[in-house]
């Protein structure tokens, strides 16, 4: 990722835009924040948040015309909130101290301002706290301009003066009773670097000034004459506009006087829409909280409780709806630098690794974000970029990646025409994890298909590649995928049937007349055991990779209601599916991540599951979730204990897949069974507690048994004279197991299993 597409996706995420009322207010006070302490009673807070956007927040609280409230999102669904009756009475019941601008470097420069209504007031205000010279000319006796056109009730004459006295300053100077002419300034222009005209543009006093046909720049306040700047919002009297006026003037004259562009980077000042997204789906209906003070005003309770409405406007939509992305703490935008600075680094650590490997890559984030930002596709950019460059370490996937290789090697890979056919007009490919979690579903389905489709159908075992394709491995990838696709050659091209979903996501783009098989079978005959019939209630899990298969969701559920099912939509199901935490390898990368996911998942319902993945069946069942996979309500000799049937586990998947090719060929191509050669031959026994370490630890019965079988042979192990326990080690491959066990005539013991990355090399004598 470059910083161009750095910059484009980042463009993507709005959770950093200001909210409405923020964007909206010409002065940007951050409202959402001043809700919050409100609603802590946190006065202090309060007024402080007030203090650093609003030069005099006493006045300001009384007279502004609250632009803030126009564009409230929390009118969407009630009223839009008090703000300005809120800001009152915080600052008349917890009036803050009268603002320190505190020790600035002074500047040589010397800024006359024009009038002293609020333009003229903020931009000397402003100035003064830059460290300039500043003088203030009034045409009156009172400073403060139009601000005493206020009833006194209003702005009391007391509020004014206190709110003023901020600009008692050494580098400030007030002169009364200065009325300023057009022909004066010439003479101030000799006197001072710069001048501020605080009137509106176009207005009676400015046009005096500045002569008829003067124009005033609304961006840069610049008037036709150098050095001198005026109000740049013609005709606007809103009190709030016009101290964004005299705001956008004083930094105008700094960037003036420091000899910095004045039109540069000022998108940002002044009101504007904000693109922050706001979801008010599901908001309750509030109507403003009413005033009961006798003054007019809420009280203290009444102030927290209209506080509480905020909506405290975020989008966030993604990370309401991903485990991921709110397991991180962050949001798309910041996880985007993460990774942009995790691929950039040259030498050091990489932080954001497991970050860029946690992610399921299921799509949902695209799927809810109003902009379509997909940080799965992200992820799988930087998982492809740092495997290709040598720079993601393989331990997070290697495990998965080994797994892909047994399901692609002789132990479990099949190809073969219908017994009795030369050709194969469809051909059914049934997954990798089915056929480890359900082989015998594999087995009948197959006999199924057989019975029900004429011109043959051929028979694929293996793996579609997506372990590999998850893990940003495309070379393994692509090899894998060009084996596969030639075995399907060899029969002739024939229309594949998938039962995975996975499978049917990596070839439907790749390979023609890819069907999936619920699609294929939703108005076929059912064999329906006849305790597959009515079960009852069940939720749909749909698998994250069927998200835009519309078609496949509609023949599940058809099939569902075939069966006599009631069907219970989940919160999220169909194209806003979620992911059961195996997809993009998350379970192998951050486990705990994971189990969160799972767990979450399976508390949206209190029916039975229903899954047409495998994993998502095997993994709701291991977290004690009643779950079946479509296949049991079809097939299963079992119904009563289905739903209940525990996750296979990585080492039963193996034993599953390599039984369930022998089986096949056994009993459809009638070849002879094959005896278990080798390090398979070992026995292994292995209580509750040490099977699931091994599973935790990811390692396998087979890598336990070469452990073994190697000590044994060539008795290479330690013992440990206190108990007789052996322990030994073997590096099968690029990571070195070890195994504490014991003989027993029938076979071993495992007392304890773990494994490392490490190589361990014998020393060499001479």
Request: charged letters at 20%; glycine letters at 8%.
């Amino acid at each position: 990722m470059d910083q161009v597409e750095l910059r484009r996706l980042e463009s993507k995420c709005g959770q950093e835009n200001p909210p409405a009322c923020t964007a909206g207010c010409p002065i940007h006070v951050d409202v959402r924040k001043l809700m919050l302490a409100i609603q802590n009673q946190d006065w202090k807070s309060a007024a402080s948040i007030l203090q650093q956007k609003q030069p005099f927040p006493g006045i300001i609280s009384r007279i502004c015309d609250h632009p803030c409230e126009d564009v409230c999102k929390r009118k969407g669904a009630g009223e839009t909130i008090a703000i300005s009756n809120l800001e009152r009475f915080c600052l008349e019941n917890h009036p803050p101290k009268i603002a320190n601008v505190g020790p600035v470097t002074p500047k040589s420069q010397a800024v006359a301002v024009v009038g002293s209504g609020l333009r003229g007031l903020t931009a000397a205000y402003d100035l003064a706290r830059k460290g300039y010279i500043v003088t203030i000319f009034e045409k009156s006796d009172r400073l403060g301009g139009n601000l005493w056109k206020y009833p006194e009730q209003q702005l009391p004459a007391q509020v004014i003066a206190n709110e003023l006295s901020v600009l008692n300053r050494p580098n400030v100077t007030i002169e009364r009773n200065a009325g300023i002419t057009r022909q004066d300034l010439s003479q101030l222009k000799e006197r001072f670097d710069a001048l501020y005209i605080g009137f509106a543009a176009q207005s009676e006093d400015a046009l005096e000034l500045l002569g008829e046909n003067s124009t005033v720049d609304p961006i840069s306040c610049t008037t036709p004459i150098a050095g001198v700047f005026a109000g740049g919002q013609p005709g606007n009297n809103s009190p709030i506009n016009a101290v964004a006026d005299g705001r956008r003037g004083a930094v105008s004259i700094d960037r003036y006087l420091q000899g910095a562009s004045l039109t540069a980077s000022r998108d940002g000042e002044g009101a504007f829409e904000s693109n922050l997204f706001v979801n008010l789906n599901g908001i309750p209906s509030l109507p403003t909280v009413p005033m009961s003070h006798e003054s007019g005003g809420y009280t203290g309770e009444e102030a927290v409780q209209e506080a509480g409405r905020c909506l405290n406007c975020q989008c966030l939509e993604c990370v309401k709806a991903c485990k991921y992305l709110e397991f991180y703490g962050g949001y798309p935008k910041k996880y985007l630098r993460e990774i942009y600075n995790n691929e950039s680094i040259v030498m050091g650590k990489r932080h954001a690794n497991k970050l860029i490997n946690s992610c399921m890559q299921c799509g949902l984030c695209a799927e809810v974000c109003p902009n379509d930002l997909d940080m799965g596709q992200v992820c799988l950019a930087s998982r492809e970029s740092m495997v290709m460059r040598g720079k993601m370490p393989p331990s997070a996937h290697d495990f998965a990646l080994r797994d892909m290789a047994f399901s692609n090697s002789e132990q479990f890979a099949l190809t073969r025409h219908q017994p009795g056919f030369n050709s194969s007009k469809y051909v059914f490919f049934p997954g990798c994890q089915l056929s480890g979690s359900s082989p015998e579903h594999v087995e009948k389905v197959y006999a199924y298909l057989t019975e029900q489709l004429a011109g043959g159908v051929g028979l694929m075992l293996r793996c579609c590649g997506a372990p590999a394709h998850w893990g940003g491995n495309q070379g393994q990838f692509q090899t894998s995928f060009e084996e596969m696709v030639a075995e399907w050659e060899s029969l002739g091209k024939p229309q594949m049937i998938v039962a995975c979903s996975t499978c049917h996501s990596m070839f439907r783009e790749k390979l023609p007349g890819v069907v999936s098989l619920w699609e294929l079978i939703k108005d076929m005959n059912l064999p329906i055991q006849g305790a597959g019939a009515n079960y009852g209630k069940v939720a749909v899990q749909d698998p994250c990779t069927t998200r835009y298969e519309q078609g496949i969701h509609e023949a599940v559920r058809h099939i569902l209601l075939r069966l006599g099912c009631e069907i219970e939509e989940l919160p999220y199901s169909k194209e806003l599916t979620k992911c059961c935490g195996f997809g993009g390898l998350t379970a192998f990368a951050n486990p705990g991540l994971a189990q969160q996911i799972v767990e979450n998942r399976i508390k949206e319902s209190t029916a039975d599951y229903v899954a047409y993945c495998a994993m998502c069946r095997d993994r709701f069942a291991a977290h004690g979730k009643r779950t079946l996979h479509l296949l049991d309500l079809i097939f299963a000799d079992d119904l009563k204990n289905a739903a209940t049937r525990p996750d296979s586990g990585f080492s039963q998947r193996h034993e599953h897949r390599a039984r369930l090719k022998r089986t096949l060929l056994h009993k459809f191509w009638q070849t002879p069974q094959e005896r278990e050669r080798g390090y398979r031959t070992i026995k292994i026994i292995c209580n509750e507690e040490i099977s699931k370490l091994m599973e935790e630890r990811l390692i396998l019965i087979e890598d336990v048994q070469q452990v073994i079988e190697h000590a044994e042979r060539t008795g290479s192990k330690f013992i440990n004279p206190d108990n007789g326990n052996y322990l030994a080690y073997f590096r099968p491959a690029r990571v070195t197991y070890w195994v504490e066990y014991q003989p027993q005539e029938d076979g071993f013991v495992v007392l304890n299993a773990y494994s490392h990355r490490m190589e361990i090399v014998e020393e060499v004598k001479p």
